[in-house]
């Protein structure tokens, strides 16, 4: 499935195609279940330009069908994934530089690897290694029964820290209680829900991947030098920022990290992958695909997550 140019989802149209040999340091890869992220309407939409025509997805899950020179530790046949590959990964086959490749466990499927992988890997980044979160501090994680958000949830409570979550029905509201929050909320009442947890305090971080929508709530919930973690824009790109505004609310921090940038070297790829590899092993971080859906259906599979009818995680079957 591929674009020829940027647009509404209806831009997202079959393409065939016959696969190429994997080039030297490449894997060539059969998809056996293949991760939707929030990321993946940004590329198609042009708000994250790539070259074009292109195919949207990062994360997939897959078989190794074929090897290229200079490729050692892997064999044909082995189970594995990846979710910090170019778009491109909404395909029934792929290559893949194979230093990009994570080896699957027997105790993780290939539908819960691709559903998990890049939430995980941007959970473990956000909550250790951006906000440096740790046992007694308090978090307020909007979208929480989105699938990034499910996972902040659990994986906060796993470490100890208090957790206001919001939420926009009835029903994503218990996901995120089932998850673990302390307490939840509509959006609106975010910042005084925050307050009320935390004794008039604020909370030390904030992880906002709604963007637009929620910023001035999510500053109001803060305590003074409190973390703004602003990782998505579901609701449209912040833009225009003040930064007088962060001193006069309590020389609040603002970041706006990427998943790319905490990734990107073979040692910090082994330190995040090895950590939230050891929370799915242990039980305290749960893959859990609420929604399967046919490739051929990308483009409604990106209506309905653009809308905000899914929650958790969506995957898509070849």
């Not at 998809?31 to 309407?41: E, L, P, R, S, Y």
């Not at 086959?93 to 466990?105: E, K, S, V």
């Not at 699938?147 to 218990?174: D, F, M, N, P, Y």
């Not at 919930?221 to 833009?239: D, I, K, Q």
Request: charged residues 20%; hydrophobic residues 45%.
């Amino acid at each position: 499935m591929a674009f020829q140019k940027t647009g509404a989802p209806e831009v997202i149209a079959r393409q065939d195609f016959g696969p190429d040999a994997p080039r030297p340091g490449e894997l060539a890869i059969r998809h056996t279940a293949i991760g939707v992220n929030f990321i993946d309407t940004y590329h198609r939409s042009g708000l994250y330009p790539v070259p074009l025509p292109a195919a949207p997805g990062i994360e997939a899950a897959g078989i190794v069908e074929a090897i290229g020179e200079g490729v050692s530790g892997f064999t044909v046949g082995d189970r594995i994934g990846y979710f910090t590959a170019k778009p491109g990964a909404y395909a029934t086959h792929r290559n893949i530089p194979a230093a990009q490749a994570l080896r699957l466990p027997d105790t993780l499927s290939d539908e819960d690897a691709a559903a998990v992988m890049l939430k995980a890997a941007t959970t473990e980044y956000l909550i250790e290694r951006c906000a440096h979160m740790k046992a007694g501090d308090a978090a307020l994680v909007h979208a929480a029964a989105g699938g990034v958000g499910l996972l902040l949830v659990q994986w906060l409570k796993a470490i100890g820290v208090r957790v206001v979550a919001t939420a926009g029905s009835a029903e994503k509201q218990a996901l995120a209680r089932s998850a673990g929050a302390d307490v939840v909320c509509d959006y609106a009442d975010a910042a005084t829900t925050a307050r009320e947890m935390t004794e008039g305090a604020g909370v030390n971080a904030v992880f906002d991947g709604v963007g637009k929508a929620t910023w001035d709530v999510s500053l109001s919930a803060l305590r003074p030098r409190g973390l703004l973690v602003s990782f998505g824009n579901a609701s449209g790109p912040v833009t225009g920022v003040d930064l007088g505004v962060l001193a006069a609310r309590g020389s609040l921090f603002v970041t706006r990290p990427t998943v790319a940038h905490y990734y990107a070297t073979p040692s910090d790829f082994q330190a995040g992958t090895t950590r939230f590899m050891e929370m799915l092993a242990t039980g305290k971080l749960k893959a859990d695909s609420h929604q399967r859906r046919a490739l051929a259906d990308a483009a409604q599979v990106h209506r309905d997550l653009e809308a905000r009818k899914t929650t958790g995680a969506t995957i898509m079957l070849p």
